[in-house]
Each structure stands twice: as structure tokens, then as C-alpha cells.
């Protein structure tokens, strides 16, 4: 079992980065989701209610972002500092915490792409935002703007075997960009990544602990090039994979300390 693909989401809910390498740090992997798009409340705009944002483009500079996408112009955007922090929250039911405005001409950039009002944050220190006893495996204050944990993982045998149950019946595959993983694994069977949820993980330099296997939401049925939405696989792995309610792709994983990880890299699977 290798790593075989390694992203990052700058911005929560925008485009993917492909990387050969990362460095992992307590919330994820370094330059993951620490930057997120907010409405007038203060409340997380992800792909969920604002599929547009598959066309945001961003790309990590030194002490800020360089935000892209197709009919708009560039647009540099510095980490904020010396700035009052934002109440925000990632969804209506979490707690708040405090991020620092980009400033109006990232929220007017922004609110263009999306063709509505919102802000820009940064979360340049990752707080708890998942309450007590929420998850298998509590994260404390080791989560960025992520839905829950700090990284995703996904194996591609299973993406095979869901893609089979597709085929199976008449609908198209999807590609692995439609779950938005951190890490993509190959050489493990389908659904081995069921059987490692409350075991520790190594790969590189890395220590993780898997948390649990991930409930997937309407994300996964919108087109991550086009933004063009449909029923699959959602309704897929409802009939398959429902476990608890929850419509099951993915381990969620939360790192035990710093390291770096490379794509190539072993999966050592322990105890």
C-alpha cells in the first residue's frame, strides 16, 4: 500500500492542489483550508449552497494567496494581521471562532465569482470548532476550516468498486476529485479502510489516527470542473454503503504530530 495522490483546498471549497509532498502539521496538512469564504453572518459558503466555487483557482504565495478564476482577473491577497478578528462559523450547528478579514477587495472579488455578498477569512490559529463528543475521535482544537477532521483519506480500490456499482447500474463513474481527499491510497482491497477506523497510521515521517469513516453530503454529486450537479453517487452509495444513517466514503484522520508525507510513500497500517 503506497500513497498515491496528496491535495490541499486553501480556501475551503475551492479547486484542489496536486502536490508531490506536504508537511503535516496538528491540523492537517500545512496551507489546508485555513482560508474560508463567509456570508454577512459570519457563517462558512462551501460548495454545498455555492457551486461556483469549483471555478476558484488558488494559489499559495509567500505570506498570502493569489485567488484566480476564468473571466476574472488576479487577485493578490496578503494574510491579514493587525486586523479584528471575525466571529465565524463553518456551519450553523458549530462553535465560533476567530479569523481575521481578508479586506474589501478580496470580499469584492469574491462576492462577483459567487454573485453574492461575502468575506474573506483567515484562520491563523486553528480553535475548536466541533463540539464535545461530536466525533469518534475528538479533534480538540486540531481541525482548520475542515468539516471535522484534519484530512481526508480515500483509497482507490474503493473508488473502483463504487464506480463498478455505478456501471452496474447505467450511470457514469465519478472521478476521485468528487470527494476532495488530502491523501489517495492504492494497493489496499475496497473498503480495507473500514477495518483501520481507531488504528494508528504511518505514512512518511507521519503518525495518524483514523476517527472514522466519512458521512458524505450533496458535494460529491456536483461536477468539480463544471459545477453541474446530479444524483450520483450519493444515491449510489445510499443503497450500498449507509452505515448509520450516513452515506460512508473515506477515513477521516487526525495526525498524532509533525512529519511530512510524499506521494510513493508506504502505508504502514498498525495496531
Known amino acids: 500500500m503506497r500513497l498515491a495522490a496528496l491535495h490541499t483546498y486553501p480556501v475551503k471549497g475551492c479547486r484542489r492542489l496536486d502536490h508531490d509532498d506536504a508537511r503535516v502539521e496538528p491540523w492537517g496538512l500545512a496551507g489546508d483550508r485555513r482560508w474560508m469564504v463567509v456570508d454577512a453572518d459570519g457563517l462558512g459558503v462551501t460548495q454545498r449552497e455555492a457551486t461556483a466555487l469549483v471555478g476558484l483557482?488558488?494559489?499559495?504565495r509567500d505570506g498570502g494567496l493569489l485567488l484566480r478564476a476564468a473571466?476574472?482577473?488576479?487577485?493578490?491577497?496578503?494574510e491579514p494581521t493587525g486586523v479584528d478578528p471575525l466571529p465565524v462559523r463553518v456551519f450553523s450547528s458549530r462553535q465560533q471562532v476567530a479569523a481575521l478579514p481578508a479586506g474589501p477587495a478580496a470580499d469584492a472579488w469574491l462576492s462577483a465569482l459567487l454573485d453574492r455578498p461575502v468575506r474573506l477569512v483567515h484562520l491563523a490559529r486553528p480553535a475548536r470548532h466541533v463540539p464535545v463528543g461530536q466525533l469518534v475521535h475528538d479533534t480538540g482544537d486540531q481541525v482548520s476550516f475542515a468539516d471535522e477532521y484534519p484530512l481526508l483519506l480515500a483509497?482507490?480500490?474503493?473508488?473502483d468498486a463504487l464506480n463498478?456499482?455505478?456501471?452496474?447500474a447505467g450511470e457514469q463513474a465519478v472521478p476521485m476529485s468528487r470527494f476532495r481527499p488530502n491523501l489517495v491510497v492504492a494497493g489496499a482491497p475496497a473498503w480495507a479502510e473500514d477495518g483501520w477506523v481507531g488504528r494508528r497510521l504511518r505514512i512518511g515521517s507521519a503518525w495518524f489516527r483514523a476517527g472514522g469513516t466519512c458521512g458524505r453530503c450533496v458535494v460529491t454529486t456536483t461536477d468539480q470542473e463544471t459545477g453541474v450537479r446530479g444524483r450520483e453517487p450519493l444515491h449510489t452509495l445510499g443503497r450500498r454503503r449507509n452505515v448509520d444513517g450516513k452515506l460512508r466514503f473515506g477515513l477521516n484522520l487526525v495526525p498524532?504530530?509533525?512529519?511530512?508525507v510524499r506521494v510513493g510513500d508506504p502505508l504502514v497500517v498498525a495496531g
Open 57 to 60: 483557482l488558488v494559489e499559495p
Open 71 to 78: 473571466g476574472r482577473p488576479d487577485l493578490r491577497v496578503a
Open 155 to 159: 483509497s482507490a480500490a474503493s473508488l
Open 164 to 168: 463498478g456499482w455505478l456501471a452496474d
Open 256 to 260: 498524532e504530530g509533525p512529519g511530512a
